[in-house]
């Protein structure tokens, strides 16, 4: 895929996609390992007849250190929905989602140390502002500490550092990499891991019902092939960290369709920590945009 499009309008349409993910799940009534592996294994099939399509030639073409680089991508990819999915069996939807909020700080940390890339002043700002939009939404339960929900939110803290991991190795995969082989090596090596890891937990990978097919089917398109492709593809072209900001307007939003279509209606500290949230991401990515146009310049102006 190449760049037809404005990267920063294709995350946010990413954002939306992504943002229908707990709708569906919650639709589909499914057990949390049921939902992490069919959401990958339906990406997988939606995105293997497109490389077809295209030629098998640049599968072939990938080299066995990027085959390997890209394994390890989907293997912090399935960490993350494994551990964030466990995570809401011991503590509650809003403190996992405060400390997933954390997730631009360890991409910004990481991109520098493993990527050399420098945080602008602006996208600075706007990892503050996310991450105090997170601690909002979640601050109340937060505060209210047990053993077991001290358990869930240190593996919502391990999964907004595996998908950190997930978007830098992304985008240093991305520079060399078309997206849709991209997507088939890194989804693939994930839903492995996912049925990996629920078979060693005596978890069974059978949907119960029609109407959990249908939505683990929509989950697996929209939310995953759909929606993270995008960010994956935008990878190649904004920094990981931005990416990760953009992609915290997606919990925002989904309180959204929550109240929409399931009845759900969120607490006035979401709907305060989601708008700053999402002035968060917007801050960002103008600083994105202007660093941008300043690295423009610079290379026009030389000779």
Known sequence: MKKTINPIMGLWFGTLCTSFAATFIISSGEAPFVVAFYRLLFAVAFLLPVNALQGWEQLRQITRRQLLSCLMTGLFFALHLVTYIASLQYTSVASAGALLSLQPVFVAVC???????RIALKVKLGIACAVAGGLIVGGGDLLIVTGKALFGDALAAASALMISFYFVTGRSLRQHLDIVPYLVVVYSSAAFAAAVISFCLGVPLAASTMRGWL???ALGLI??????????????????????????????????WAYIFLGQVPAATSIVGGIIMITGAVLAVSGEKEEGQEDTGDSVSKP
């Open 215 to 217: 939505f683990l089917l």
């Open 111 to 117: 991109a520098f140390i493993f990527l050399g890339e």
């Open 223 to 256: 939310s995953t092939a759909v929606g993270h492709g995008i960010f994956n593809w935008a990878l190649k072209y904004v920094k990981a960290s931005t990416v990760a900001l953009v992609t915290l307007a997606s919990p925002a939003m989904e309180t959204v």
